[in-house]
């Protein structure tokens, strides 16, 4: 039965390519109004996820199902309620961003035009410019305001700012977050930065190994430093969770996911002079969390979860 509770949820979903599973079993749901991050290296098959999620390719096995329908076979009117922005953005280069909205807006029975000067005015993008004479965050920003205009339930983005400096990128979605998020919207996008994101996903390979809050996330993998510490009382090596260790002169890093008491406790008996917990900010938790593929434990819910 499908939940309307969530506005994405998948059962199963499985995807091959030739003999290689790039979608192994997802089962993901993305509570109603969140804004979730869909994260994962490069190849671990978000993208692949994303177009089965908006019908745009067809699963192996397993379901998809997007606003209470299955995406194989969402109706016209569903659809209506659904952005997706993607890599590219195929805009019409010869046109100016005053003719590209008044094309695109002829395509919809409904459109918020106040909402799309909002987000014009607050990227200062000049109506008259022509579209191949912006830059690659502008034509960026000029897609987001023509999909959200069309004042969509489900905004899902999949790395859109790919390519874009850091500064560019992460200004673009916080203010995609400022704007829709107000409305209560629900957002699925595939980049790590953001801070305002409520729930992550991280594919692994195919497979979903962390689905939680991102304070849980970020709380759970942590770097560990131990300063002065005895290497023959050390008992790191084989501990749950460890997905890196490193000596740097008389300190000894580690990053753990699912950080707890147990670690705690393999910490004291390696009889440093001090130890350091140090929490991450979510690009750095996932970028140790990746590193570590299958060595890092799964996280879900509130915590970590046995395969």
């Given at each position: 039965?499908?939940?309307?509770?969530?506005?994405?949820?998948?059962?199963?979903?499985?995807?091959?390519?030739?003999?290689?599973?790039?979608?192994?079993?997802?089962?993901?749901?993305?509570?109603?109004?969140?804004?979730?991050?869909?994260?994962?290296?490069?190849?671990?098959?978000?993208?692949?996820?994303i177009k089965m999620l908006t019908g745009l390719l067809h699963p192996d096995r397993g379901s998809a199902h997007v606003l209470g329908e299955d995406a194989e076979s969402i109706s016209p009117q569903t659809r209506a309620r659904i952005a997706y922005i993607a890599e590219g953005h195929p805009l019409y280069g010869y046109m100016t961003v005053a003719q590209m909205t008044a094309f695109t807006r002829s395509f919809y029975a409904t459109?918020?035009?106040?909402?799309?000067?909002?987000?014009?005015?607050?990227?200062?993008?000049?109506?008259?410019a022509r579209i191949r004479r912006l830059s690659n965050g502008q034509r960026a920003q000029v897609s987001l305001a023509l999909a959200?205009?069309?004042?969509?339930?489900?905004?899902?983005?999949?790395?859109?700012?790919?390519?874009?400096?850091?500064?560019?990128?992460?200004d673009f979605l916080e203010s995609l977050i400022q704007i829709i998020?107000?409305?209560?919207?629900?957002?699925?996008?595939?980049?790590?930065?953001?801070?305002?994101?409520?729930?992550?996903?991280?594919?692994v390979d195919g497979v979903l190994r962390v689905d939680c809050p991102t304070d849980h996330f970020k709380q759970s993998v942590r770097k560990v430093v131990?300063?002065?510490?005895?290497?023959a009382k050390s008992q790191f090596a084989e501990c749950p969770g460890l997905v890196s260790r490193r000596v740097v002169g008389e300190q000894l890093e580690l990053v753990i996911a699912g950080y707890g008491e147990s670690h705690q406790k393999?910490?004291?008996a390696a009889a440093p002079r001090s130890i350091d917990v140090l929490e991450l900010n979510l690009e750095d938790a996932f970028i140790e969390y990746t590193r570590g593929q299958r060595r890092s434990i799964p996280l879900f819910g509130e915590g970590p979860r046995n395969e």
């Amino acid at each position: 039965m499908i939940d309307m509770n969530y506005a994405l949820q998948t059962t199963g979903l499985t995807k091959y390519f030739g003999e290689q599973c790039v979608v192994d079993t997802l089962n993901l749901k993305v509570p109603t109004g969140s804004v979730y991050g869909f994260l994962g290296r490069n190849g671990a098959g978000k993208s692949t996820t994303i177009k089965m999620l908006t019908g745009l390719l067809h699963p192996d096995r397993g379901s998809a199902h997007v606003l209470g329908e299955d995406a194989e076979s969402i109706s016209p009117q569903t659809r209506a309620r659904i952005a997706y922005i993607a890599e590219g953005h195929p805009l019409y280069g010869y046109m100016t961003v005053a003719q590209m909205t008044a094309f695109t807006r002829s395509f919809y029975a409904t459109w918020n035009q106040d909402l799309l000067e909002q987000i014009l005015d607050h990227f200062e993008l000049p109506q008259k410019a022509r579209i191949r004479r912006l830059s690659n965050g502008q034509r960026a920003q000029v897609s987001l305001a023509l999909a959200v205009a069309t004042d969509p339930e489900l905004l899902i983005l999949d790395d859109p700012t790919l390519g874009l400096d850091t500064v560019v990128r992460r200004d673009f979605l916080e203010s995609l977050i400022q704007i829709i998020q107000r409305k209560g919207r629900t957002i699925f996008f595939s980049s790590h930065i953001l801070s305002e994101v409520e729930r992550v996903g991280i594919l692994v390979d195919g497979v979903l190994r962390v689905d939680c809050p991102t304070d849980h996330f970020k709380q759970s993998v942590r770097k560990v430093v131990l300063t002065g510490a005895d290497p023959a009382k050390s008992q790191f090596a084989e501990c749950p969770g460890l997905v890196s260790r490193r000596v740097v002169g008389e300190q000894l890093e580690l990053v753990i996911a699912g950080y707890g008491e147990s670690h705690q406790k393999l910490a004291e008996a390696a009889a440093p002079r001090s130890i350091d917990v140090l929490e991450l900010n979510l690009e750095d938790a996932f970028i140790e969390y990746t590193r570590g593929q299958r060595r890092s434990i799964p996280l879900f819910g509130e915590g970590p979860r046995n395969e």
